[in-house]
Structures are given as structure tokens and as C-alpha cells.
């Protein structure tokens, strides 16, 4: 999963959530014994995913998962790190610093929402961050036209598609695929919903009145 060059980034990584991670709170204590199973390796598996020298935004990134470790896997990958707390922010430009990712890896302090219209990216990532449905409407208008939002989720992913579905045929996204990820490699499997942007026209918001709904901004023409 880590080439050999990049393995010792990976190791300081996981050393710094054991240690600053958790002593700041970004880190539950339980965690520190399991992190490169249910954290570091649960996310390089979504390297596979992701194409050659995509620009990513990992949304929601909270201590750098998955992004940094996107970043440590994939040298290739330009990463943007979009979380909207201080706190969590500064731990990410210190581990940005530290690990040497300058050149690779930017931290923007802010919310998903409010970076709609200024920027786009090939893929957008997210993990445990918001059900499906609010994290399309939040993603989808970061990501460019034929590039796609990737949500890591648990064991519930095909319920939690079936559950957004309405909301995901309003934003005219095409079919979400449900792929499974890290079979015979850890563990546990983790799930990753990819949803494309159709390749033309913005993200609809058909059934959200007033937010650049279609049928609302056909009536308001007509009145
Ligand atoms: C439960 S944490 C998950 C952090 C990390 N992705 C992980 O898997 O460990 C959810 C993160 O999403 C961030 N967040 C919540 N709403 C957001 C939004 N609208 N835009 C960007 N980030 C958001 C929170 O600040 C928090 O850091």
C-alpha cells in the first residue's frame, strides 16, 4: 500500500496521531492501538480508486483521514485538506510541516459550502463526515465535470445509497457504484460510494425550493 520510500511518512504519521492527535483530542484514546488498521490502512485503500494525477479534496478531513494518508500513497495526487476547525486545521498544517508535503498538500480552513464556486477538484473525498445525501449536496459542486465524489462508509453503504437515492436523482447525479475495498488485505472491508458529476451543466438542486431548484427558477420566470 506504501511504496518503500514512502512507508517511514506513513509511520511519523501514525505516530503523530498517537501522540499530538490524542493529546488534542482528534484522536480518541481507544483508538491509538488501532490506527493503522481501522485508520491508516482502511484509508490507503481508497488509493485504488482515485486516477493518475487527480487533484482530490478531502472534505471533512478532521485529523488528515484520508487525505494525508491519499497523499503519502499516491505522490502523484495533488491533495487539498478542506476542514472548517482551527484546532484541526493546525494540526494539519503541523503535520503537513512535518512530514515534508509542502509541495503536495494544502490545508484550506473552511466548509464545504462555502468553497462552492471557487474551486473544483477531479475527485472529492469524504469520510464519516455526513449522510449521503447532505454530502452530495455539500461535494458535488466541488467536484469538476466528469470527476466524481468518493464517500467512504461502513458495512451500511447500499442502505445508506437506497436511503439518499431521491435525493441524489434531484441533484442529477448519475448511478452511485458501491465498491468494496481492502478484501483479503484487512481485516474488516470497508465501502466506498462513488457518485459521478455528469460531464455538462452545474449540479441541479431540483427539490430544495429556493436553491437553484429548476422547477422554482421555471416559475419564478414564468411569473
Ligand atoms: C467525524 S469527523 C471525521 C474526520 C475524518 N474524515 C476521519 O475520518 O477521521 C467529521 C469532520 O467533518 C468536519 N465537517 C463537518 N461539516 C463539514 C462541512 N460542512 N464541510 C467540511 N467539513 C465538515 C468536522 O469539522 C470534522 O472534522
Redesign the pocket.
Known amino acids: 500500500m506504501f511504496a518503500a520510500d514512502r512507508l517511514p511518512l506513513a509511520e511519523r504519521y501514525a505516530e503523530l496521531l498517537a501522540t499530538e492527535g490524542v493529546v488534542r483530542g482528534?484522536?480518541g484514546p481507544r483508538e491509538a492501538p488501532r490506527l493503522w488498521e481501522r485508520?491508516l490502512l482502511n484509508?490507503a485503500v481508497l488509493a485504488e480508486l482515485v486516477r493518475g494525477s487527480a487533484s482530490v479534496a478531502?472534505?471533512?478531513?478532521?485529523?488528515?483521514?484520508?487525505?494525508i494518508v491519499l497523499a503519502i500513497a499516491r505522490p502523484d495526487l495533488r491533495v487539498t485538506l478542506?476542514?472548517?476547525?482551527l484546532r484541526?486545521t493546525r494540526f494539519l498544517d503541523e503535520v503537513v510541516e512535518e512530514l515534508g508535503l509542502e509541495g503536495q498538500v494544502e490545508v484550506v480552513r473552511?466548509?464545504?459550502?462555502?468553497?462552492a464556486g471557487t474551486r473544483t477538484f477531479d475527485v472529492v473525498t469524504?469520510?464519516?463526515?455526513?449522510p449521503l445525501d447532505?454530502l452530495a449536496r455539500?461535494c458535488l459542486p466541488l467536484v469538476d465535470p466528469g470527476g466524481e465524489l468518493v464517500a467512504?462508509k461502513g458495512a451500511s453503504a447500499r442502505a445508506e445509497v437506497e436511503a439518499a437515492m431521491p435525493a441524489l436523482t434531484a441533484l442529477g447525479c448519475a448511478d452511485p457504484v458501491v465498491v468494496e475495498l481492502g478484501v483479503g488485505v484487512l481485516a474488516e472491508s470497508t465501502w466506498a460510494v462513488r457518485l459521478a458529476r455528469p460531464e455538462a451543466g452545474p449540479v441541479g438542486w431540483r427539490g430544495r425550493p429556493g436553491r437553484g431548484d429548476g422547477k422554482a427558477r421555471d416559475r419564478r420566470r414564468a411569473q
Not at 58 to 67: I, Q
Open positions: 482528534l484522536i485508520h484509508c478531502d472534505v471533512g478531513s478532521g485529523a488528515g483521514l484520508p487525505g478542506v476542514e472548517p476547525l484541526r473552511g466548509r464545504a459550502e462555502e468553497l469524504a469520510r464519516a463526515v455526513a447532505r455539500w467512504m
